[in-house]
């Protein structure tokens, strides 16, 4: 079984747009990987294997219309990216503007299960929040775990 992403830290985000992936999470993620935004107002990093596997289940496993969109919203907003030999990445302005860090000076990173997340702090911090206890014992009551 590959290993997860795990843990969340708040990193700098220089004047050029580059973030620092941690040291533990580089390795995983591979020298090449898909940029795309995802669900919420953050950044999906994903290795290219599970890049692959995520799109071939849209395609398998959806109507063709709502593939469609699917395929569209995370296509149309991905991008291939690498490692600069600091173990940062560039956001472009663009990817910045869409899930709020353009002008920000950290962002979280945030290793959820299969991809890295990159969030707005605040963002983060709100969405962590909201979520309460309960809630989550319902959940795993509910898929049986």
């Given at each position: 079984m590959t290993e997860l992403f795990v843990s969340h830290k708040a990193y700098k985000i220089d004047a050029k747009g580059r973030i620092f992936i941690p040291a533990n999470m580089r390795s995983q993620l591979g020298q090449?990987?898909?940029?795309?935004?995802?669900?919420?107002?953050?950044?999906a990093l994903y290795p290219m294997e599970e890049w692959n596997s995520f799109m071939q289940k849209i395609h398998d496993n959806v109507s063709q219309k709502k593939r469609k969109q699917l395929e569209f919203y995370f296509s149309a907003n991905a991008e291939?990216?690498?490692?600069?030999?600091?173990?940062?990445?560039?956001?472009?302005?663009?990817?910045?503007?869409?899930?709020?860090?353009?002008?920000?000076?950290?962002?979280?990173?945030?290793?959820?299960?299969?991809?890295?997340?990159?969030?707005?702090?605040?963002?983060?911090?709100?969405?962590?929040?909201?979520?309460?206890?309960?809630?989550?014992?319902?959940?795993?009551?509910?898929?049986?775990?």
């Open positions: 090449e990987f898909i940029a795309s935004r995802g669900i919420g107002k953050c950044l291939k990216m690498s490692l600069d030999g600091q173990g940062r990445i560039t956001l472009s302005e663009e990817l910045r503007r869409q899930v709020d860090l353009l002008g920000e000076k950290e962002a979280e990173v945030f290793g959820n299960n299969r991809r890295i997340e990159i969030w707005n702090c605040e963002l983060f911090n709100a969405e962590l929040n909201s979520i309460s206890e309960e809630e989550i014992e319902d959940i795993l009551d509910e898929a049986e775990i």
